[in-house]
């Protein structure tokens, strides 16, 4: 047993390594040595999971989770550190805590590797792999992808090959990986085992081109449109942002006179980000008319057209909610927030929601909004999003779907992830979006307080960056290029589930003519 937890250790290193952060700061640049590290440590992983027995397999999960954190997740703890004072290693284990317990559906894999291991005379070996593969995707799909665990996400870092990512999304190559590594764990000859890893990479790459190749050849420069944009990274420290939401003047006025200094002198359509002005105010004083505040009257003469996020609270409201709004041609538009962060900022039960509101000196709480409407500027389409919620494909997938006649030309993540500092956090943010962009075949415009702030494109070009804890502006003509719904917002879920019962199917007839060729013999 010792052993198996010492690989599954292991396991978690080599997985955890190539993911950004760490080796490659941003983890963006495809590598296949990168992917190589992070597909090893899923098959080690799979492997002690495959040779241990019921609550060994808990062991070897938990020993694999809480490296994973130790080396990408730190980045929890450092709210408590900052605005409670709790130092490590009390922080540490709340922070491993609120970790395992998030990756809590990854515990599925111990029931299903028991349940395959009762009924193993019932299906074959493969039959079996395809099984445990559905269900650990399909615990992906309906769980949120708080950013890079997913074992889907690595194929992004494999060369020519993440357009697969269009197909079915992330958990579609969860599905992939899972079965290959448990077909290559149960081949027992080596050099068969070498074979079919050196056939899936081959058959992944070979598809990845292929779509990479027919996407590149629906662009052509005739249709083609630029529009400018202006991205603002202010750079305001979280503290200051708090200090101004409980209404110290001063402090709301330092933050106003770095966002209008950073936007005044660049030309284009401006975005800031999550909250940039961070003080809750009546919608009627951010709307066109005699009741605007002075605030906003100056702020919208640095520039016509302007996107930000902005908290918003009605009078006699207790809540207020994180909004999106677009200012343009005199008019506005709004987006609410309508996913929050679960117990960051709404909590399951209403005493605890107002002792963590106290506890973390919160002004006020959010709801969530009820106006999650697309987005337009310049007669541009395009589908807001706030933080955390670039996070569920899901909901996305259904935002896209349900606008689909109006066809979204980019999606646009506003955020703050200023409490985490120079970690892994940021990067994981970011390189989240990417797998975003790649999903649905969509450019992502992602602005932040702090960084990582870029534009990615779905045609593996390299995107465009700040460098973080600057306060800066990145000037880019943004390509809007002609699309088509990628598979995954066509079917979702459904397409993997399809494949796999594919294969299930074909596994099943290979053994009946199988079986019939042997009874004629007999």
């Known amino acids: 047993?010792?052993?198996?937890?010492?690989?599954?250790?292991?396991?978690?290193?080599?997985?955890?390594?190539?993911?950004?952060?760490?080796?490659?700061?941003?983890?963006?640049?495809?590598?296949?040595?990168?992917?190589?590290?992070?597909f090893l440590g899923c098959l080690l992983s799979f492997y002690s999971l495959k040779n241990c027995q019921s609550w060994d397999r808990v062991?070897?999960?938990?020993?694999?989770?809480?490296?994973?954190?130790?080396?990408?997740?730190?980045?929890?703890?450092?709210?408590?550190?900052?605005?409670?004072?709790?130092?490590?290693?009390?922080?540490?284990?709340?922070?491993?805590?609120?970790?395992?317990?998030?990756?809590?559906?990854?515990?599925l894999l111990t029931l299903v590797f028991h349940a395959t291991r009762r009924y193993h005379h019932r299906f074959s070996e493969f039959e079996l792999s395809v099984i445990v593969g559905l269900l650990t995707a399909l615990a992906d799909n309906y769980y949120p992808q708080?950013?890079?665990?997913?074992?889907?996400?690595?194929?992004?870092?494999?060369?020519?090959?993440?357009?697969?990512?269009?197909?079915?999304?992330?958990?579609?190559?969860?599905?992939?990986?899972?079965?290959?590594?448990?077909?290559?764990?149960?081949?027992?000859?080596?050099?068969?085992?070498?074979?079919?890893?050196?056939?899936?990479?081959?058959?992944?790459?070979?598809?990845?081109?292929?779509?990479?190749?027919?996407?590149?050849?629906?662009?052509?420069?005739?249709?083609?449109?630029?529009?400018p944009v202006v991205l603002v990274q202010p750079n305001v420290p979280n503290l200051q942002k708090i200090v101004s939401e409980k209404g110290h003047r001063k402090a709301l006025k330092q933050i106003v006179q770095t966002l209008i200094h950073l936007s005044k002198n660049e030309k284009g359509i401006l975005f800031w980000p999550e909250t940039a002005i961070p003080?809750?105010?009546?919608?009627?004083?951010?709307?066109?008319?005699?009741?605007?505040?002075?605030?906003?009257?100056?702020?919208?003469?640095?520039?016509?057209?302007?996107?930000?996020?902005?908290?918003?609270?009605?009078?006699?409201?207790?809540?207020?909610?994180?909004?999106?709004?677009?200012?343009?041609?005199?008019?506005?538009?709004?987006?609410?927030?309508?996913?929050?962060?679960?117990?960051?900022?709404?909590?399951?039960?209403?005493?605890?929601?107002?002792?963590?509101?106290?506890?973390?000196?919160?002004?006020?709480?959010?709801?969530?909004?009820v106006n999650q409407n697309l987005l337009d500027i310049r007669g541009v389409k395009f589908l807001g999003l706030i933080c955390y919620e670039s996070l569920k494909p899901s909901y996305i997938r259904d935002l896209l779907n349900k606008f689909q006649y109006d066809s979204p030309q980019f999606i646009l993540n506003i955020a703050n992830d200023g409490w985490f500092r120079n970690t892994s956090e940021p990067s994981m943010h970011f390189f989240m979006n990417r797998v975003r962009a790649l999903e649905f075949s969509l450019p992502v415009i992602r602005v932040a307080n702090t960084g990582v702030t870029g534009i990615i494109y779905p045609d593996s070009s390299k995107p465009v960056t700040l460098p973080r804890l600057v306060p800066s502006a990145l000037?880019?003509?943004?390509?809007?290029?002609?699309?088509?719904?990628?598979?995954?917002?066509?079917?979702?879920?459904?397409?993997?589930?399809?494949?796999?019962?594919?294969?299930?199917?074909?596994?099943?007839?290979?053994?009946?003519?199988?079986?019939?060729?042997?009874?004629?013999?007999?």
């Open 475 to 522: 000037t880019h003509e943004l390509l809007i290029l002609p699309r088509e719904k990628s598979l995954y917002q066509e079917m979702g879920f459904l397409s993997t589930l399809i494949f796999s019962v594919f294969l299930l199917t074909v596994s099943r007839l290979i053994k009946f003519v199988y079986l019939l060729q042997y009874h004629k013999k007999l």
């Open 279 to 369: 003080f809750a105010i009546p919608f009627n004083e951010i709307s066109p008319g005699p009741e605007q505040s002075m605030l906003f009257q100056k702020i919208l003469k640095v520039r016509p057209d302007l996107i930000s996020g902005v908290f918003l609270k009605e009078k006699g409201d207790d809540k207020a909610t994180n909004s999106l709004f677009v200012w343009s041609n005199k008019k506005v538009q709004r987006y609410d927030k309508g996913i929050l962060k679960p117990f960051a900022e709404e909590f399951p039960i209403q005493s605890l929601s107002l002792y963590m509101k106290e506890w973390f000196g919160i002004e006020y709480e959010l709801k969530r909004g």
């Open 146 to 227: 708080i950013l890079t665990l997913q074992i889907g996400n690595i194929i992004s870092m494999l060369p020519h090959s993440e357009k697969l990512l269009s197909l079915g999304g992330t958990p579609f190559i969860t599905f992939l990986i899972v079965l290959i590594c448990l077909v290559t764990l149960s081949i027992k000859d080596l050099r068969l085992k070498v074979l079919t890893l050196a056939s899936f990479f081959i058959l992944i790459i070979t598809l990845g081109q292929f779509l990479e190749l027919h996407e590149k050849n629906k662009y052509t420069q005739s249709t083609i449109r630029k529009l």
């Open 59 to 107: 062991k070897v999960l938990t020993i694999f989770l809480v490296s994973h954190y130790l080396l990408t997740y730190y980045w929890v703890t450092l709210p408590i550190e900052e605005f409670k004072g709790i130092s490590s290693p009390w922080s540490h284990l709340m922070g491993i805590a609120f970790f395992v317990f998030n990756f809590s559906h990854y515990y």
């Open 1 to 38: 047993m010792t052993k198996l937890l010492l690989k599954s250790l292991i396991a978690s290193i080599l997985f955890s390594l190539p993911l950004p952060g760490l080796i490659f700061k941003e983890g963006l640049t495809p590598s296949f040595i990168a992917f190589l590290i992070s």
